[in-house]
């Protein structure tokens, strides 16, 4: 067994989250079309409405690309990690806007509200603004309105914005647990890492369309700016990760499939210790006088469950507080779920741990630390 | 404008609206009751979560067939560890 799905999970904290989130999209998309207005009186207020909710979804791209990164290098980002899904439902709703328009009017249930007209929240869709007019279908013309996939300049930006928000439209549709949970992880990381293929048809879909609708080369610089920074800090946290994840294998020799991997004094009580060991990260606990050590892949979604806490005698996953019993890698009744567990063994103050893991619920005595043996070399 | 493209896309089109249709049709007694079969996590009402799912079901509706076909459930994820767990229990 284990917890039950819920629709979506909001909590004080996520909803004061999701409102400030709104509010400040809701204030950009004001000030691009004001400021633009300002500038060029005579520029079509729904064009602009267009490249409002377009460049918004980019800017919030950029900001949700930035968060991973971000979060590995300062762990004061990770509540920002939590919520990042909502950010990405927002990004898609922005594009899907962006292309298809909206008209709160027009909502199917809503247009049955008589006062709803009174509120005349609609805006124009590229796909009508730009390809519905003669008698071809907009998605018609849209894919074969251009078709130089032969010509760089001339290339088709369009196709790149559909395969930007076919992507970024999946990513929605499977940001529930559920999806997680049935995809497996590794599909669903998979998938979800595809934000890069869309982040990259974004960049080629901005750029390609500045070139050629003659826009100012300033938006092409900025752009520029932007991939500069997303692989900036990609490349330092991924150089701080790896730095972190030498295996301690390569470190110490296994003697008899075990290997040192630090000492007692350096955990503290409650907390663990993560290493590599066995090609994935073992997170080893120091609690109740004892050490024990399990994988550290939480298995509701991979959290890091050696960045947790001994909670009630249950290793508690920091992300969403599955809870798993030190000496079995158990989740305690009813739970079913269960990580692999690692042999300990303590001689004076060092830990050593087996490289062999152990079938997920295996009993796996914990290494008792005998008086003294804190802080003896 | 390219007539190749023209007469290709609304065929196209076509294909994707129906296979989506048939996701959309599968979905309703996936979502209703089909569910527990294959996710037993899935309890309870729950109608917001049901609704929530119903665009990924439209596309994803063969793994789920296929899982029902089957009586498989949810896979638990196989890691290194898991796997190497898997090997030496063996
Ligand atoms: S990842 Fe969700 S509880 Fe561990």
Request: net charge positive; with cysteine.
């Amino acid at each position: 067994m284990s917890v039950a799905y819920k629709s979506i999970q909001w909590n004080r904290f996520k909803i004061t989250y999701d409102i400030l989130l709104w509010v400040s999209i809701a204030l950009y998309i004001a000030l691009f079309t004001w400021s633009a207005h300002l500038m060029g009186p005579d520029l079509d207020m729904r064009g602009l409405q267009i490249r409002a909710y377009g460049s918004a979804a980019f800017l919030l791209l950029h900001v949700i690309l930035s968060i991973g990164p971000l979060c590995r290098l300062d762990r004061r980002f990770l509540p920002l990690l939590y919520n990042r899904r909502h950010m990405g439902v927002t990004m898609f709703l922005l594009g899907l806007v962006h292309v298809i328009g909206f008209n709160l009017a027009k909502i199917p249930l809503l247009d049955k509200i008589p006062s709803i007209n009174k509120f005349p929240l609609k805006t124009t869709g590229a796909l009508t603004w730009y390809h519905d007019f003669g008698n071809l279908d907009p998605i018609v013309s849209l894919f074969a309105g251009n078709t130089h996939y032969e010509s760089f300049i001339r290339f088709p930006f369009e196709s790149l914005g559909v395969i930007g928000l076919a992507i970024l439209f999946l990513m929605a549709i499977t940001s529930h647990d559920f999806w997680l949970a049935n995809l497996t992880a590794p599909i669903w990381k998979g998938l979800h890492m595809l934000v890069y293929v869309a982040y990259a048809a974004l960049v080629g879909h901005v750029v390609l369309g500045a070139i050629q609708t003659n826009r100012h080369p300033i938006l092409t610089i900025m752009v520029g700016l932007g991939l500069v920074w997303i692989t900036a800090i990609h490349l330092i946290a991924a150089l701080r990760e790896r730095k972190g994840d030498r295996p301690v294998a390569n470190a110490t020799p296994a003697v008899d499939n075990y290997v040192e991997i630090g000492s007692i004094s350096e955990i503290p009580d409650n907390r663990a210790k993560i290493v590599a060991v066995a090609g994935e990260r073992v997170a080893v606990f120091k609690y109740d006088g004892k050490v024990s050590a399990i994988s550290n892949v939480c298995q509701h979604q991979n959290g890091p469950l050696g960045e947790g806490k001994v909670i009630d005698g249950c290793i508690t996953c920091p992300w969403h507080g599955y809870q798993y019993l030190p000496e079995t890698g158990g989740s305690p009744p009813p739970f079913a779920e269960s990580v692999p567990t690692f042999n300990v063994r303590l001689e004076g103050d060092r830990i050593f741990i087996s490289t062999i893991p152990n079938p997920p619920g295996t009993q796996t005595p914990a290494a008792p630390i005998h008086p003294g043996m804190e802080g003896r070399a | 404008m390219n007539s190749f493209a023209i007469a290709c896309i609304p065929h196209l089109m076509r294909v994707i609206s129906i296979y989506l249709t048939i996701g959309a049709i599968f979905s309703i007694p996936f979502v209703t009751f089909l569910i527990r079969f294959v996710d037993p996590s899935a309890r309870g009402l729950a109608i917001g979560f049901r609704l929530l799912i119903i665009p990924g079901v439209c596309i994803f509706w063969p793994l789920f067939v296929w899982r029902l076909i089957r009586r498989k459930q949810t896979p638990t994820e196989r890691n290194i560890h898991r796997l190497r767990a898997q090997q030496n229990a063996a």
